[in-house]
């Protein structure tokens, strides 16, 4: 089978580090990128085969719309192709709403949202011209169950889930294929040194708007969710010949993506009659 070509932005950690792992040990092509080109050294597969190093590292700011299209063309000028578009990069961050600050709205939109946004629109024309490709978002949990003092995140994941929804019942049938990534807490620096926080108001505190800022720092390094399997676990989606547009990761995200789906349910069927009677009155 010829080997696929990936392109993954937020290659140097996380996820994104170990999906580019597993893609290699599988014997795949990687195009990894990631905003400091240094982190990206280490990641090689030369046991693979034959003397052409199967990693392509390029520098990436998604929130820098000519980095972008240089690095698409790039990968398409050096690998020629680009199969699977892995939109990983991201930042997290906590905070109530009312203690956000509109430069943070903004930095993590223009790295959740826009950047995501801005890659996708650049590869989709050469998957449309080759018609296939693969688009995985990594969204998260929290994309569709929103936490207290998560607001700014939680808008963010909720504004990819929908974004790629519609997405992919528009590259359809140009054979290329989008799949939503939805993981829950796993073994990686998301909870520790790449989290931020906005300042606290004091009438926050001790309710359940400060409850992250609690739980991260106990949390971060003792995650249940190995990163090597959830990269296992998209590989086996795209891979697959029917893969899902959504695929919740690690046991915690079902649990309570399936609570959420469920009271959402029970919501509509207490309010029914109130919802459906909205019909003009017969004259």
């Known amino acids: 089978m010829t080997p696929l070509v990936w392109f993954i932005t937020g290659a140097s ?10 893609v290699l040990a599988r014997g795949d092509r990687v195009v990894a990128t ?30 820098d719309t000519t980095e972008i299209e240089a690095a698409v063309e790039e990968a398409i000028t050096r690998e020629g192709r680009i199969d699977v578009l892995v939109n990983n990069a991201g930042r997290g961050f906590v905070g109530a709403l009312e203690e956000l600050t509109d ?23 050469h998957m449309r011209a080759q018609r296939s490709g693969h688009v995985v978002q990594m969204s998260s949990v929290g994309g569709v169950v929103a936490n207290p003092d998560h607001a700014l995140y939680g808008a963010s994941k909720f504004a990819i889930e929908g974004m790629s929804e519609a997405l992919a019942g528009e590259v359809a049938e140009f054979g290329i294929h989008v799949t939503i ?51 296992e676990a998209v590989l086996q989606a795209v891979y697959s010949n029917n893969p899902p547009l959504r695929l919740p ?35």
Do not use: C
């Open 103 to 125: 430069a943070q709205i903004d930095s993590v939109f223009d790295t959740n949202v826009f950047g995501t946004m801005h890659v996708t629109r650049a590869v989709l024309p």
């Open 249 to 283: 990761l690690g046991p915690e995200a079902v649990r309570r993506i399936r609570e959420k789906l469920k009271n959402q349910l029970a919501d509509i069927d207490d309010w029914e009659k109130v919802a459906v009677d909205t019909r003009y009155a017969p004259s």
């Open 13 to 22: 950690r996380g996820l994104g580090r170990a999906l580019a792992k597993a």
């Open 181 to 231: 990534i939805e993981p829950g807490p796993f073994r990686t620096d998301f909870a520790g040194r790449s989290i931020r926080y906005a300042d606290q108001i004091d009438d926050y505190r001790d309710t359940a708007a400060s409850e992250l800022r609690k739980r991260f720092p106990e949390q971060d390094g003792a995650q249940p969710n190995d990163p090597a399997r959830a990269a």
């Open 34 to 63: 990631a905003r400091d080109l240094a982190e990206l050294d280490d990641l090689t597969g030369p046991e693979h085969g034959g003397d052409q190093d199967p990693v392509l590292r390029l520098r990436l700011d998604v929130t």
